[in-house]
């Protein structure tokens, strides 16, 4: 049934702006590609620099095209978790039960075809039929996770989702199987995801547990917390116990955001996640409403156009616009040399000057901007060592080879988290770093162009321009997909692809892979192994200590690797923008002088040039327009 149908219609203007913006691309792709056929013409045989141009078009294209908003369910174990997110997306996705269930975070997007892949944490990933997930999911089939899955993936052709939504469903918070780190870690998901849905159980007491993980929650983003009151029907149709219910469990919240210094508005919805379910299989609209899911999934969908939609359609706008503006500029530099070939001349050793003195800047900027790196890395790799100095205190506590083979299942798993934990401050700093440098240069950029031709007005790159060209497009592909891989692979509940994207469209290309993953596999079989292979207590431990610093040491190492990596990237994407800088502009300098040397031509080619300065500012124009359109109503 589409109960969602109603739903999908702030989903349809979201698609109608990005239409538009993506129309206004086209139009500047356009203009562009014709420019740069005249001037192929004209050059006869020049190989084709690598423009800024065409770089950010790319760029620009896939963030409007790969819009992603992640909503997390969370909460308690047992408080309807699953059956809300069935509900939501009316077909069965994650099992429900009335034991403990959920055993790993199931992720459900939008796909044509029914679709599930299961991921492992060794990094393997395994294609099963929709029907065959629960195997996976559920604490029945695949109890305390032995199976070694990290997360299931599943794709369904359901409308509400098909503009990039995600939606996550994850394991109770307090499963008997869960410690302080991993509980830890998945609040931290609130962080990260677009918004978060918060399920907690009507039946009229919050207990100590859920108090304090309460305030856990509204110590966070509260604009973006949805508080979901599930209630069972005896109360959820009674009115007036309903309001005390939800008085109740208000006062309870409110309280908790002002322990924890919060203010601001807290939303709850009361809803009957099993009615919600149920009328989704019964086809039935009005009980569908009646069980406050609509409600719900309404104010979800605005909210995620309102905010996170419309960040991604204003930045879009507004790089589309700066293109423009770029390539106006372009020609403008062009039509001022047309206007007077006579300063040609000048003009290039003006050029031979700056370019030289660019070089020397970008480069000290550069060596600056890493030196910073320094302090980063220590601080990240003093991140991952942390969970080895606890464990070799625990390791002398332990009793029995049971306990060690206990300590070394959940040593992997704090090992995974703490590994996603120090990726994820790496991409943090790191993005700080880069954008730092990025703005130094931008500021080098503009004063060789001002001092070049001082009437041109200030021409503003997005900061992807200065850092990415095409080719590297598939290096940040690469690093997305690790970076993806690393947060699902070890959190509870992932939903990092949304906080990903963030960073590296900052420029930054350079998220540290899955060290996480590398420790779990590690401690993995190779403790195992050391367990079984020794009968006594004494040599397990002390074999154990052993391996834990060579884990240790490679998975620095690791870290090493990959901050240098990093560094060498940054490096040489800064080299390689400032050629293809230098390579444009010398290249406009090459066609105007062939130009100038036919001035029968030259009249032509100053009309032309005006032509295309007008074109280029009306895409300019157009591209911010395309926003003041049915968005705008709304708002
Ligand atoms: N009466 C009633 N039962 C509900 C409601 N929501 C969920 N249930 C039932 O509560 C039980 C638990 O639901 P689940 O969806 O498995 O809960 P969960 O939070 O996903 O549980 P875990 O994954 O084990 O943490 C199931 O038997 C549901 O049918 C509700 O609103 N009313
Ligand atoms: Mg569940």
Known sequence: MEGGCAVAEFLDSFDVERDALLASLDQVEDVWSRFQERRALEMDGTAETDSLIAGEFSLVRRDLESTEFTVGIFGLIKRGKSTLLNGLIGREVSSMHVTPETAVPVYVSYGDDPEAAVHFADG??????????????????????????????????????????????????????????????????????????????????????????????????????????????QHFHDRETREQVLEYVGMRIVEASQRVGRSGEVRIYPVCALEAWEARKNDDIDQWKRSGADRLLRDLENYLSKHAGQDVLDDAAERIAHIAELARAEVQVRQQLLEDPEKLFHFRQQLDRNILDLERRFEAAVSMALTEVAPLRMRIRSLVLQPFTRAKQDLNKLETLEEIEQFSSRFRRQLEVGGELASRQFADGFGQIVGGLQRQLQERFQAVMTDLAPNLPNIRLSPNALLVTPDQLQQLHAAKRRSEQASKTSAVVGGLSGGGLTVLATGTMTLLGPLGLLGGALVGWKMSNLVAGHRSLEQARDAIAIRLDEIAATMLQDVDRQVEQAVETVRSSVERRRRAFAGDLYQQFEVVQAISERPEALEVQRRDAARFVDAFEDCAREARAALSGPLAAVG
């Open 124 to 233: 393997t990933q395994k294609h099963v039929a929709v029907e065959d997930v629960h195997a996976y999911t559920s604490q029945k089939t695949n109890p305390m996770n032995h199976l070694g899955v990290t997360f299931v993936e599943q794709q369904v052709p359901v409308g509400f989702l098909r503009n990039g939504t995600r939606l996550i469903d994850t394991p109770g918070l307090d499963d008997a199987e869960a410690d302080e780190v991993y509980t830890q870690r998945t609040l931290q998901e609130l962080d990260i995801v677009d918004a978060g849905v918060v399920l907690f159980l009507s039946p009229p007491t919050v207990g100590a547990t859920e108090l304090g993980f309460l305030e856990d929650i509204v110590a966070r983003d509260l604009r973006k917390t949805f508080l979901v009151c599930n209630m069972y029907p």
